[in-house]
């Protein structure tokens, strides 16, 4: 059998560098992709097809595609979708250019770079899509604002995909992970540094007492249903090889409970349960 490929991004940690492996791992051809060239080598040097593809950068993307398709000779079999950021803060200090830069790297790119490998895999009459969402993208929480924006978003756009390719042999997934041991808190503190004003805020009494202990407590506390970035990668494994793959993946307990949340209680119910209070 022909030897199955897939383009990976955001693979420089976490949950795409242990998708590469794992899939390296089963015998797929995996290209996979950073945002930092010397991540790239670094992958390079583990034996890794990688070179770089930032999301927020239209040239990288049509240049790791292009590539990709050179090496293949213009055939790709999935697309993993994954590599995203926050910017924690209250919804009302999220300036106009924080939630644009936010969604060029959540969500605009993602489109980007997923409406080029599509007439690819409409070409050869097969391709898996799949996308790494969130439990943000299906129930909100405070602070989470941006996050939850471009998860929503990406949740409706990978939807509406999902129907629109439903006859072309191109199969559309999410997966929706709960708390995952990455470097993700550690992202979204840098994030929120640059882009939110806190001490300006009306609300900076609820920074001090909620949000900035959790943002900097990063590296010393992880959340109680925190599972590793392989509990993706095992959902991951369905998605691409499953005969009729699910739309939706769900990885954490709190993924479940959320869906149960939402789904059963009333509004302001799930409000304050998913608030915290």
Not at 94 to 113: K, T, V
Not at 118 to 123: C, E, Q
């Given at each position: 059998m022909t030897q199955k490929s897939i383009l990976i991004t955001g693979c420089s940690s976490g949950i795409g560098r242990n998708a590469a492996e794992t899939l390296k791992r089963r015998g797929w051809r995996v290209f996979a992709t950073c945002r930092s060239e010397d991540d790239c080598a670094g992958l390079r040097e583990q034996g890794f097809e990688s070179f770089r593809l930032d999301y927020e950068d239209e040239d990288s993307i049509e240049i790791a595609v292009a590539t990709v398709l050179e090496r293949t000779q213009g055939r790709l079999d999935a697309l993993f979708n994954n590599g995203a950021y926050a910017i924690p803060g209250a919804v009302e200090d999220?300036?106009?250019?924080?939630?644009?830069?936010?969604?060029?790297?959540?969500?605009?790119?993602?489109?980007?770079?997923t409406a080029r490998v599509?007439?690819?895999?409409?070409?050869q009459g097969y391709g898996r899509i799949?996308?790494?969402?969130?439990?943000?993208?299906?129930?909100?929480?405070?602070?989470?604002?941006?996050?939850?924006?471009?998860?929503?978003a990406l949740e409706g756009l990978s939807d509406t995909l999902r129907m629109e390719l439903r006859d072309s042999g191109i199969a559309v997934v999410l997966i929706e992970p709960g708390p995952i041991a990455t470097d993700f808190r550690k992202n979204a503190a840098r994030e929120f540094e640059k882009w939110i004003d806190w001490e300006k805020s009306a609300?900076?009494?609820?920074?001090?007492?909620?949000?900035?202990?959790?943002?900097?407590?990063?590296g010393t506390k992880k959340?109680?249903?925190?599972?590793?970035?392989?509990?993706?990668?095992k959902k991951l494994v369905l998605a691409l090889e499953s005969r009729r793959p699910r739309p939706r993946y769900f990885v954490t307990t709190p993924t479940y409970l959320a869906d149960l949340i939402r789904r059963l209680l009333p509004t302001r119910a799930a409000d304050r349960i998913l608030s915290g209070d």
């Open positions: 999220l300036s106009r250019d924080a939630l644009r830069s936010i969604f060029e790297a959540n969500l605009l790119g993602w489109h980007d770079l599509i007439p690819v895999m409409r070409a799949v996308q790494c969402s969130s439990v943000l993208g299906f129930v909100s929480a405070p602070w989470r604002g941006a996050y939850v924006a471009t998860k929503y609300l900076a009494q609820l920074y001090r007492d909620r949000l900035l202990k959790r943002l900097y407590d990063a959340d109680r249903f925190e599972l590793p970035a392989s509990a993706v990668s």
